[in-house]
């Protein structure tokens, strides 16, 4: 019995620093906007997904991406960050129609101006998002060319969704190349190898 006992506590101990191991590989970031990125909010009091957006999240967390936000919200929905993100969580919520229930899950970190002198398109939440991205590349998706012409100044990939005659988003097999060729910034390049498909980025 105290063998079994044994065995059981160091197969905890193995799965536990797997699990503390997975959550700190470093891979590359894909951050988005909401609205009508991932939200269609033609209708603000009809919130639902942009069509496919959904899937592509489920891809991307697939193939090994790490997923954040980057957006505007008022000052007004609270005084802390925990407050901005509850009132945002509830405001979606309650205009929510899509059959989809919106998944928070997939998004690792949600970056918001904490006052309006702080919104987009201003430098300041890219260069937190360049910073949390601790050295791996990252690309930011928005419909507003405004703001995807600052993150890319600051040497960022971007993609503006919603072009005429262009996919909607960049396809999750062509997206680390995409990143490859247009980020503009030192990155450490082992957050490529660390994609789950990262074997055909290699030699890239």
Not at 115 to 123: I, Q, V
Request: aromatic content about 14%; proline content about 4%.
């Amino acid at each position: 019995m105290g063998c079994k006992r044994y065995v059981i506590s160091l197969l905890l101990l193995f799965l536990a620093h797997a699990s503390a191991a997975q959550e700190n590989i470093k891979t590359p970031w894909v951050f988005l906007d909401l609205g009508m990125t991932i939200i269609d909010t033609t209708d603000f009091e009809k919130l639902k997904y942009v069509k496919d957006s959904k899937e592509y999240l489920e891809s991307l967390r697939l193939h090994g991406y790490q997923i954040g936000l980057i957006l505007n919200i008022p000052e007004t929905w609270g005084d802390t960050y925990d407050k901005k993100i509850e009132t945002l969580k509830s405001f979606i919520s309650e205009r929510w129609v899509d059959d989809k229930t919106f998944d928070w899950s997939p998004y690792s970190k949600i970056i918001i101006p904490l006052k309006d002198a702080e919104k987009k398109p201003k430098p300041i939440l890219f260069e937190r998002a360049i910073q949390f991205a601790d050295n791996c590349p990252l690309i930011y998706y928005a419909e507003d060319q405004n703001e995807t012409e600052v993150a890319s100044r600051l040497g960022i990939s971007v993609y503006n969704v919603g072009q005429t005659d262009m996919p909607f988003f960049v396809s999750v097999e062509n997206l680390a190349k995409f990143i490859i060729d247009t980020y503009k910034r030192n990155y450490d390049p082992l957050c490529f190898d660390n994609l789950k498909e990262h074997t055909m980025y290699k030699n890239l």
